[in-house]
């Protein structure tokens, strides 16, 4: 058991202010990759860590969650907001919209307002990635690019244009989130009921992990303070507020961080899709760790698929399920939720992913690799 030295204190600044019809809109593709087998902060301005036996807030708020829905990269026109709205799901992650350059005037409040007071009520979660500078977010500067500043450490390595990687425990970049009029905030005063933090394996990057070696820091314990950071400042305004991490699921070896966050969000458990959604999906995993990089694996992946194995060494195609499984179970052993998110479009894949995820007593979502499209809950 793995355990972290004590968590460093925030700046005081942060305390301050701070079917298998998978779609509507979604084009179902047809291909060979088919697997067959709020409450008041403590007293003391203090953040609740819970004890031995106890639960956090959130994850109480978590336990009734059945059908959820992810939709980042896309402009919700009321169209969009009123489908959801009607719909069964539970809970609802979406981009913090209003962060985007082009829209800080969407009015993101009423919309969480209306699925907060839907007749299914849901929970609006706020996507944020924590680990990579997005040149199309309204903090971006025209001349910045990686080394401008510091802390923007390189380019994405899966092919994500304008997403880059950043040195996440730099005061520059954590006064976007957690300085006055900053991010954080932001999503506190719109409603959100949790956030969804990207990119928390950020630590894993090469361009991080030599600023890391280069400043003498451990990547990994600071990802940790990072993350104990952003909840610390959003769960002493609101106690129940929820924590939610996508990857990194290897960091749930820490008892430190998974009695920070709520849940994890796992990814291409079983399928993907490539970099700016070419291809958009079903590219089958790996299923064990024997197959990873071998001859047969490489050769059973169509076309589209292959390419990104191969122009991607560092892809989740180049890692198996029964890799990320293992991590899954050890999470699950220690109490926290399990969300899963797998990118296909072939009706038998996607009806696939949703049995065998619920069989092991996982919360799945099914969409494209862009996650730009509204598709109706499965059941």
């Given at each position: 058991?793995?355990?972290?030295?004590?968590?460093?204190?925030?700046?005081?600044?942060?305390?301050?202010?701070?079917?298998?019809?998978?779609?509507?809109?979604?084009?179902?593709?047809?291909?060979?990759?088919?697997?067959?087998?709020?409450?008041?902060?403590?007293p003391d301005g203090t953040a609740i860590i819970p004890g031995d036996g106890e639960q956090l807030p959130g994850r109480s708020r978590l336990a009734d969650v059945?059908?959820?829905?992810?939709?980042?990269?896309?402009?919700?026109?009321?169209?969009?907001?009123?489908?959801?709205?009607?719909?069964?799901?539970?809970?609802?992650?979406?981009?913090?919209?209003?962060?985007?350059?082009?829209?800080?005037?969407?009015?993101?409040?009423?919309?969480?307002?209306?699925?907060?007071?839907?007749?299914?009520?849901?929970?609006?979660?706020?996507?944020?990635?924590?680990?990579?500078?997005?040149?199309?977010?309204?903090?971006?500067?025209?001349?910045?690019?990686?080394?401008?500043?510091?802390?923007?450490?390189?380019?994405?390595?899966?092919?994500?244009?304008?997403?880059?990687?950043?040195?996440?425990?730099?005061?520059?970049?954590?006064?976007?989130?957690?300085?006055?009029?900053?991010?954080?905030?932001?999503?506190?005063?719109?409603?959100?009921?949790?956030?969804?933090?990207?990119?928390?394996?950020?630590?894993?990057?090469?361009?991080?992990?030599?600023?890391?070696?280069?400043?003498?820091?451990?990547?990994?314990?600071?990802?940790?303070?990072?993350?104990?950071?952003?909840?610390?400042?959003?769960?002493?305004?609101?106690?129940?507020?929820?924590?939610?991490?996508?990857?990194?699921?290897?960091?749930?070896?820490?008892?430190?961080?998974?009695?920070?966050?709520?849940?994890?969000?796992?990814?291409?458990?079983?399928?993907?899709?490539?970099?700016?959604?070419?291809?958009?999906?079903?590219?089958?995993?790996?299923?064990?760790?024997?197959?990873?990089?071998?001859?047969?694996?490489?050769?059973?992946?169509?076309?589209?698929?292959?390419?990104?194995?191969?122009?991607?060494?560092?892809?989740?195609?180049?890692?198996?399920?029964?890799?990320?499984?293992?991590?899954?179970?050890?999470?699950?052993?220690?109490?926290?939720?399990?969300?899963?998110v797998d990118y296909a479009l072939d009706a038998d894949n996607v009806a696939w992913v949703y049995q065998?995820?619920?069989?092991?007593?996982?919360?799945?979502?099914?969409?494209?690799?862009?996650?730009?499209?509204?598709?109706?809950?499965?059941?």
């Amino acid at each position: 058991m793995r355990s972290i030295p004590q968590r460093r204190k925030m700046p005081a600044l942060s305390w301050m202010s701070v079917a298998v019809v998978l779609i509507l809109s979604c084009q179902v593709g047809v291909g060979p990759e088919i697997l067959k087998t709020s409450e008041a902060p403590a007293p003391d301005g203090t953040a609740i860590i819970p004890g031995d036996g106890e639960q956090l807030p959130g994850r109480s708020r978590l336990a009734d969650v059945t059908h959820w829905l992810y939709l980042i990269d896309v402009d919700l026109d009321q169209e969009t907001v009123d489908r959801i709205a009607a719909s069964s799901y539970d809970m609802v992650v979406i981009d913090f919209i209003t962060s985007e350059a082009w829209n800080r005037d969407y009015p993101l409040a009423e919309v969480i307002e209306a699925w907060h007071t839907a007749d299914q009520p849901k929970l609006v979660i706020a996507y944020i990635d924590i680990g990579e500078a997005e040149e199309y977010r309204d903090y971006w500067h025209p001349e910045w690019g990686v080394g401008n500043p510091t802390w923007i450490a390189g380019d994405d390595p899966d092919g994500w244009e304008g997403n880059f990687p950043v040195a996440y425990w730099h005061d520059g970049w954590q006064a976007i989130w957690l300085g006055e009029g900053g991010y954080l905030q932001g999503i506190l005063d719109a409603g959100f009921d949790g956030v969804y933090m990207d990119w928390v394996e950020a630590y894993s990057d090469e361009n991080v992990r030599e600023i890391a070696r280069m400043e003498g820091v451990d990547a990994v314990q600071e990802m940790i303070w990072w993350v104990g950071d952003i909840a610390d400042y959003l769960r002493i305004q609101q106690a129940d507020f929820i924590v939610i991490a996508q990857n990194a699921a290897e960091l749930v070896s820490y008892d430190d961080y998974v009695a920070i966050i709520d849940a994890i969000a796992q990814e291409q458990i079983w399928f993907d899709g490539g970099a700016d959604n070419v291809p958009p999906g079903d590219c089958p995993l790996p299923r064990t760790e024997a197959e990873v990089d071998t001859t047969e694996y490489r050769r059973s992946l169509s076309p589209a698929c292959r390419r990104t194995y191969d122009d991607y060494p560092e892809s989740t195609l180049h890692v198996s399920s029964e890799a990320y499984l293992a991590d899954l179970a050890l999470a699950q052993q220690k109490g926290l939720i399990i969300l899963t998110v797998d990118y296909a479009l072939d009706a038998d894949n996607v009806a696939w992913v949703y049995q065998q995820a619920r069989s092991l007593g996982f919360i799945p979502f099914v969409s494209n690799r862009a996650l730009d499209c509204y598709v109706e809950p499965f059941d």
